[in-house]
């Protein structure tokens, strides 16, 4: 253990997880001003209830006999764990293991063998694989914690060796072999990754590692995020620059300090021969922010096409997005927003809303939007993110009698599909804002929203109450927020065409004249 360490604060298991989504959340919530924190998100909270009852329920149906030691809490949970540890209990629910600074709380003990493997029970996927392009990568947040596990049992000399377990949503034991790398590209094995954030968060427990705001993503969710957007903005932080983050933010920070210092210098002074002076930073990637920098300081006039865009023009286009319960892993509505001739009063919209909760109603929700998209064709069709083509695929195959692969491909053929966040704003566009979302671009061009706090996460949530209670006006509000979503991609759609004139030369010229 590192001098100076307090075991008045133990690191812990649930640190370190918030330590790979955030270092500065695990200072917040050491150190931050209680009186700052935003209220619990309801979808935050959705997440804690449906963990526990996934738990709850994996336990009530263990088929195994178990020792169960919730009854116990703090100290007196721990010495019952090292009691039914030292008798060779095979498996232990709910125990606590602690060993110089480290502090854990592993759902399940197994015995292996003389020793014990851990075993956490998780209500998501044991790996990443909500993107296609993901697959098989293990999550670095179960990875770290199962590692904080192991470290502690090898500390008692009770590890049964360096792997955890997690018991993931689908039923699945997935084995963390903490000597592997995360990835198969990877470098660094788990048990390093996990060495590392350790030193992180004892650097943070005892103030000699400080931390910063950023804006990211996940910041969303965030109890600390009204605190953390405030500062931010005060300090005009790089990472308000869409897709630097955090991690080119503390690259950069030492000889740029902020949007307006990057804005006005020039980025060649960085570069090092083919290189820049800034770690994992390339020259485009640099000259690329650097436009964004621009823009957010004023400095360009607004937003501008990179490159021209082509777009398919047919009479009729359709702009279509999906909403998916995450926790359920079910599919439950496919809007549309039909249009003929560019003719906005010609606009309509079609929803296909699953009638029952099962397989049978997401089965023939899919079943009806693919009939209808089907008999819609020849048309454009325009979504955002490629989100709805990956859910696609993943409804085909698991309803091949609706259509087949090749159905599927074709639909979203990238000559009449396009999908406008990849295809157009990410490649081809810039825009003077703090990240690229469909909820940021259209409000930037004058959409609102009918719903005060409209987000895939909250409809998720008022799908669940939608579940649970069964009140017709939150479906309707689900409703009425897919249809803005749609109508927000065809509001998008006509802001990137009255883009097409203006490119980076001619605002210069503007603003020359
Ligand atoms: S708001 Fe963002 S930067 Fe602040 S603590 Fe939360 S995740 Fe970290």
């Not at 997440?47 to 703090?74: C, H, M, S």
């Not at 690329?288 to 004023?298: D, E, M, N, P």
């Amino acid at each position: 253990m590192p001098q100076h360490q307090s075991i008045d604060t133990p690191i812990t298991a649930s640190m370190l997880y918030d330590l790979v989504t955030c270092p500065h959340r695990v200072t917040m919530d050491l150190f931050g001003n209680p009186k700052e924190k935003d209220n619990p998100n309801p979808f935050v909270e959705l997440l804690w209830e449906k963990g526990t009852l996934y738990e709850d329920e994996v336990i009530q149906n263990l088929k195994l006999p178990f020792l169960d030691l919730r009854k116990f809490a703090g100290a007196e949970k721990a010495a019952a764990t090292r009691k039914a540890m030292s008798e060779g209990v095979a498996l232990i629910y709910s125990g606590r293991i602690e060993a110089d600074d480290l502090l854990g709380d592993p759902d399940l003990l197994r015995k292996e063998g003389s020793a014990y493997a851990p075993i956490d029970i998780k209500s998501g996927a044991g790996e990443e694989g909500s993107d296609e392009d993901e697959d098989g990568k293990l999550k670095k947040t179960y990875a770290v914690q199962l590692a904080l596990y192991v470290d502690i049992l090898e500390r008692l000399r009770l590890s049964a060796g360096k792997v955890g377990y997690i018991w993931d949503i689908h039923g699945e034991e997935v084995a963390y072999r903490l000597d592997d790398t995360r990835t198969k590209t990877g470098k660094e094995t788990l048990w390093q990754e996990y060495q590392n954030c350790l030193t992180q968060a004892r650097g943070i427990v005892n103030r000699s590692l400080e931390t910063l705001p950023a804006c990211a993503s996940v910041c969303k969710l965030c109890h600390w995020y009204s605190s953390c957007l405030k500062a931010v903005k005060a300090a005009d932080d790089l990472s308000l620059i869409p897709e630097l983050g955090r991690t080119k933010r503390d690259a950069m920070m030492n000889e740029i300090s902020s949007v307006l210092a990057f804005a006005e210098c020039n980025p060649e002074a960085y570069f090092d021969g083919k290189k820049t002076r800034f770690a994992r930073i390339g020259q485009d990637t640099l000259r690329k922010f650097h436009k964004r920098a621009k823009l957010l300081a004023g400095h360009d006039l607004g937003p501008y096409l990179k490159e021209p865009i082509i777009l398919p023009s047919p009479p009729l286009e359709i702009f279509f997005d999906i909403e998916v319960d995450t926790m359920r892993g079910r599919c439950y509505l496919h809007g549309f927003i039909e249009r003929l001739n560019r003719d906005n009063s010609t606009e309509q919209y079609v929803a296909f809303f699953m009638d029952s909760i099962d397989e049978r109603g997401e089965e023939a929700a899919f079943d009806a939007a693919w009939r209808y998209i089907k008999g819609k064709q020849p048309c454009a069709i325009y979504y955002y993110s490629k989100y709805e083509r990956t859910i696609w695929r993943k409804l085909q195959a698991k309803y091949p009698r609706i259509c087949n692969s090749r159905d599927i491909e074709s639909l979203f053929n990238p000559g009449m599909t396009i999908d406008l966040y990849g295809d157009v704003v990410r490649s081809k566009t810039e825009w003077p804002t703090y990240d690229h979302s469909i909820k940021t671009l259209a409000k930037f061009l004058g959409f609102q929203w009918r719903d005060t706090h409209p987000s895939g996460a909250a409809s998720i949530q008022w799908f669940d109450e939608w579940v649970k209670l069964g009140d017709p006006k939150m479906k309707q509000r689900i409703l009425d927020y897919n249809e803005d979503d749609c109508r927000a991609t065809r509001w998008l759609l006509d802001g990137l065409r009255n883009l097409s004139n203006s490119t980076n030369d001619t605002q210069e010229e503007k603003k020359a004249g």
